[in-house]
């Protein structure tokens, strides 16, 4: 049997005389700690070719928790002086606009299944008119107050908010404002239907009809069947959706020349038979459907797929950089909806109540410098329209009482050239 190779860590510990029994203080140097750092940023151990700095961050900050924990026990003689990694002050992603929401929701049924769809795309809707992050999503209750939930006016003048209780994000028990598409979208709830969570999106297992097995082919047969049959074949065949099929035919990286868009025939039984025994003997048993509510992580990913599938993309790949391309997720909806308010004339402090930032400054990071371009841009055009009065760029720049001359047409292309390249 070939032996795997020692990894880049191990080999780099033996360059500097490090071999055999480790002691914590020979890996715990600003050295080795550099060299973790750089491995992380370079993408060892993980699916893609390069992590973000955000991420290198993240997990060295783990690492130097225990640092620190070794230091407490004198283990080490001092806790080394790392430098977390720069990042560019920039959102990840970027406001999607509800055209583009109006794409993932078309596009849900291809990737969760039709009869999953409804629940996925009222969650959708959710997050476009509340501005909730996917914990927030998931903890949304109609009546239990131990969750996010909403409060109802009982007299006149009142406006609905959202409850927050103190086991969320920042610790405090908080009263929101419920924006009004949201009040509208959940009132449009039948009164009866009005009771335990509010968005509860369906696994896309859940299509299979109830006492129903399935079975996942081995991922040699899935894609063998998938070179001769449908995925709507394959769905009936393995007692699943089609859009479980296409999940699975991803996951393996797999991706057909065309797509069938018609059912391509009964795939034999003698076929299924051989492909769900030896998909038996690989799990050992036939899984059934899932039934528990999802977790918040998994309905993450499920909407960053539906935005990947509706073809959203909020950031572009960048070799220079490493930046992989990035589609719609969860949180850039909840963007959209920050930026609406924006649009609308909201202030950075009603913003930041809504979107409960814990601090100021998260507010201004992320939406101040959009109003202050808007701002500036408005009042850019306002001066030098045809129409404007202020004669101090044109008509002599030491002013004057003159009614600044009309801009031809030529001049003005010219003018909004330079303003383009500013």
């Known amino acids: ?82 430098d977390s990694l720069s990042v560019d002050d920039v959102m990840k992603g970027r406001p999607i606009t509800g055209e583009e929401l109006d794409r993932m929701i078309e596009a849900t049924s291809r990737v969760v299944g039709k009869n999953e769809a409804p629940s996925w795309q009222f969650a959708l809707r959710v997050l476009w008119y509340s501005g909730f992050r996917v914990g927030d999503l998931m903890d949304f209750h109609w009546e239990d107050e131990r969750h996010i939930r909403p409060v109802w006016p009982t007299r006149s003048g009142v406006h609905p908010t959202i409850t927050v209780p103190s086991s969320q994000k920042n610790g405090k028990l908080q009263e929101v404002p419920m924006l009004p598409e949201l009040e509208a979208f959940l009132l449009e709830v039948p009164k009866v239907k009005r009771t335990g969570w509010i968005v509860n999106p369906l696994a896309i297992t859940s299509t299979v009809k109830p006492g129903c097995k399935w079975f996942q082919p081995s991922p040699d047969d899935l894609v063998a069947l998938a070179k001769q049959y449908s995925n709507l074949s394959i769905a009936a065949a393995c007692g699943v959706s089609d859009a479980a099929v296409r999940k699975w035919l991803k996951k393996q990286g797999f991706r057909r020349s065309r797509e069938f868009k018609v059912d391509t025939g009964t795939i034999p039984e003698a076929v299924v038979q051989d492909v769900e025994s030896r998909a038996k003997r690989r799990t050992g048993a036939v899984q059934v459907p899932i039934s528990e509510r999802l977790t918040k992580e998994r309905v993450g990913r499920t909407i960053a797929a539906i935005g990947e599938e509706a073809g959203i993309v909020v950031r572009q790949e960048d070799e220079r950089t490493g930046t992989r391309t990035k589609f719609a997720s969860a949180h850039d909806i909840r963007r959209g909806c920050a930026q609406r308010l924006i649009n609308a004339g909201v202030s950075a402090e009603t913003l930041k109540v809504v979107m409960r930032h814990a601090d100021f400054a998260t507010t201004e990071k992320y939406y101040g410098a959009m109003r202050s371009a808007q701002a500036a841009a408005s009042e850019v055009r306002q001066k030098l329209t045809p129409d404007a009065t202020s004669d101090a760029l044109v008509g002599g720049l030491m002013g004057g009482q003159e009614k600044t001359p009309q801009l031809s047409a030529s001049e003005l292309m010219t003018l909004k050239r330079l303003l383009a390249s500013i």
């Open 1 to 82: 049997m070939q032996q795997r190779p020692p990894s880049p860590f191990l080999a780099h510990m033996a360059d500097h005389g490090i071999e055999g029994e480790v002691m914590v203080r020979d890996v715990m140097t600003l050295d080795m700690l550099e060299y973790l750092q750089e491995r992380l940023l370079e993408g060892d151990e993980s699916r893609y070719d390069h992590r973000s700095p955000n991420t290198v961050n993240s997990s060295m900050g783990a690492v130097m928790a225990f640092v620190r924990f070794c230091a407490k026990r004198d283990w080490i003689v001092k806790v080394p002086d790392l």
